[in-house]
């Protein structure tokens, strides 16, 4: 498979909770990127985290990135109803151009 | 951040016709373009990667005689999906990206939904 792997599928969760979701990859990457997508629209750009850094934050988001196990995670603080969509990570590997994507979470924030 | 502009957002066709997408990026030089596809509760497939001026790579499993992609210039791609049949039903969503700098990053557009009947 082209993809990486997610986890979990689905989170349903309190809205102001915490949700957490996992990204883990094949092989070497130049950098990891999360994605948003609301349903049936475009990709929304969360953040891009670098091979060489291990940590970034931007608002309520916080990514990780741990290279020698090949994962990365994102975590988004405080909930909001409008937070509902689906994640995705994306990757691009060092050996070639294309950014490939995870199999998504799907993310549903109970008011 | 740059931007991709993908038209149409929407296409309705019948089977057996072809449709056209084209993917502009709009104030950058794309050297290169993706195509992904998405089907419903699913993630994006990559479907074939073009550089300007050169033959597309397709990914495994595509086939490059029904999905026809053009990279004519430096801000222009096309798919057209031929003779196409309700399985090709789909979001298909490109994605841009210039050759270096903060531009080596890609942008995507904001998709095609695609409905055959």
């Known amino acids: 498979s082209q993809q990486g792997e997610e986890d979990p599928q689905a989170l349903s969760i309190q809205e102001g909770e915490n949700a957490t979701m996992n990204c883990s990859y094949k092989?070497?990457?130049?950098?990891l990127q999360w994605y948003r997508q609301n349903s049936g629209r475009g990709l929304v750009h969360l953040i891009l985290?670098?091979?060489?850094?291990r940590e970034k934050h931007s608002g309520r988001l916080r990514v990780t990135l741990d290279t020698s196990k090949k994962s990365s995670s994102l975590l988004i603080t405080a909930s909001r109803a409008a937070d509902t969509a689906s994640y995705f990570c994306?990757?691009?590997?060092?050996?070639?151009?294309?950014?490939?994507f995870g199999s998504g979470t799907r993310l549903s924030i109970r008011p | 951040g740059a931007v991709v502009s993908q038209h149409p957002s929407r296409v309705i066709c019948k089977s057996g016709t072809s449709v056209k997408i084209e993917c502009r990026s709009l104030?950058?030089?794309?050297?290169?373009m993706f195509w992904y596809r998405q089907f419903p509760k699913q993630s994006l497939m990559l479907m074939a990667t073009?550089?300007?001026?050169?033959?597309?790579?397709?990914e495994q499993g595509v086939e490059k005689d029904k999905f026809l992609i053009n990279h004519a210039s430096l801000t222009l791609s096309t798919l057209t999906v031929t003779s196409a049949h309700p399985e090709d039903s789909s979001f298909y969503i490109c994605?841009?990206?210039?050759?270096?700098?903060?531009?080596?990053?890609?942008?995507f557009g904001q998709g095609t939904r695609l409905t055959v009947v």
């Open positions: 994306a990757t691009r590997y060092s050996s070639a151009s294309k950014i490939i």
């Open positions: 092989t070497s990457i130049n950098n």
């Open positions: 985290i670098r091979s060489n850094e």
């Open positions: 104030d950058f030089q794309a050297t290169t």
């Open positions: 073009s550089n300007e001026g050169s033959k597309a790579t397709y």
């Open positions: 994605s841009a990206r210039g050759d270096r700098g903060p531009l080596a990053e890609a942008f």
